[in-house]
């Protein structure tokens, strides 16, 4: 991540200046790019399935807001609150990862995140927006 032309990520409004945004790899940036964080971090619970469920929605509502809105950080940042989300219930759970995908239960929170973390990432709409920052941005 690229935080040279502003001296605090933490603070620095990544949607009113999203030349600045990074994309990163797996999770990364999920507690610094504001005000993505304050947005979405509420947002996260994967405690159980109901909640998982709950949460796992929203989030992808709001990456959806964001494709519409033409607000690629926001929809990156949405995207990798649901990969946290799966991550990190599966970690919750202490299952391993392949028995979680194999049981693909409604009932498992990782699933629930997993099959919208998905569906994220092969958003049209998504790859058009990714591809035109890395080419715009780096």
């Known amino acids: ?31 610094r790019f504001e005000p993505y964080r304050t947005e979405l ?21 709001k ?7 033409d607000d ?11 990969q946290m989300g799966f991550s990190r219930s599966l970690r919750h759970a202490s299952i391993n990862f392949t028995d979680k995908l194999e049981q693909n239960s409604a009932q498992d929170p990782s ?4 099959e919208l973390y998905q569906q994220a990432l092969k958003h049209p709409r998504y790859q058009s927006l990714r591809e035109k920052h890395e080419e715009n941005y780096g």
């Open 41 to 61: 971090l509420p947002l996260l619970n994967y405690q159980n399935a109901a909640s998982a469920a709950d949460s796992a929605k929203i989030l992808f509502a």
């Open 63 to 69: 990456f959806l807001n964001y494709l519409d809105a």
């Open 1 to 31: 991540m690229d935080f040279s032309n502003h001296n605090d990520p933490d603070t620095f409004n990544f949607r009113e200046h999203p030349e600045h945004y990074r994309i990163g790899k797996g999770e990364e940036g999920v507690f």
């Open 111 to 114: 699933a629930i995140f997993y």
């Open 72 to 82: 690629f950080p926001g929809a990156d940042m949405a995207r990798k609150y649901l």
